[in-house]
């Protein structure tokens, strides 16, 4: 009985860490969009936080530490959405859908966005700071991979699948990514249904073979 009433605060106390270590990020977040990466205090970080100074620097060591982990979190998001490959198997239609999916999970996660707005932001002040979250040339590459995949099955007929996976990431970003980093609520999930439907037809009206 002893043992069981120590794992229940165990577990009690690190859900609470977690709970005070979310609250820290949305905070330093917050204060990252609104002051800058050189005008961000720890001071109004733990004032937002609600948690004391004491709280916050013994997650985070520093402001420096707090950037990174908050970079870090978004490059961790990023690559997860990554993972995906093309099946032959599938309707072509529904593969190019999922594709637009490992985007559209994304740019519907207000955490995520919040979190974009805010690397963008000090890679606009300081390129040497954020430089490593540039994953767009990854995901182009992904995408170039899925679609050379479906080339090779005869599902899709494209010349240049490097350009084909840049075009299909920017009619998705071009409506459901770039007018949200200037002041548009982030897309809901049924505007990115129609965002990624209206991609995928206008794609495969393009490149989409009779097998498809």
């Known amino acids: ?3 069981h009433a120590l794992e229940r605060r165990a577990h009690s106390g690190m ?3 977690e709970q ?3 609250q820290i990020i949305e905070a330093a977040i917050a204060e990252f ?3 800058g990466f050189a005008g961000a205090s720890m001071d109004r970080i733990s004032e937002r936080a609600q948690v004391s100074k004491r709280t916050v620097y013994n997650h985070f060591e520093s402001k420096e530490a ?3 982990a908050i970079t870090e979190c978004l490059a961790g998001r990023v690559q997860s959405s990554l993972q995906v490959s093309f099946n032959p198997n599938a309707p072509i239609r529904d593969e190019l ?3 637009g999916w490992s985007q559209g999970k994304l740019l519907t996660d207000p955490c995520a966005m919040s979190m974009v707005k805010m690397v963008l932001g000090e890679i606009l002040r300081d390129p040497d700071l954020a430089s490593h979250m540039n994953r767009r040339m990854e995901m182009v590459l992904i995408m170039k991979t899925f679609l050379d995949a479906a080339v090779k099955s005869g599902h899709l007929a494209i010349t240049d699948t490097l350009t084909a996976a840049e075009q299909f990431l920017g009619l998705i970003k071009a409506r459901g990514f770039y007018p949200k980093m200037f002041g548009e609520d982030v897309a809901t999930h049924e505007e990115m249904k129609r965002i990624i439907n ?3 037809d206008m794609f495969l009206s393009r490149y989409g073979t009779e097998k498809a």
Do not use: D
Request: proline letters at 0%.
């Open 1 to 3: 009985m002893k043992n």
């Open 15 to 17: 859900a609470l860490a």
């Open 20 to 22: 005070k270590n979310k």
């Open 33 to 35: 969009q609104e002051r």
């Open 66 to 68: 707090l950037f990174k």
């Open 97 to 99: 859908v999922r594709l």
């Open 198 to 200: 209206e991609t995928v």
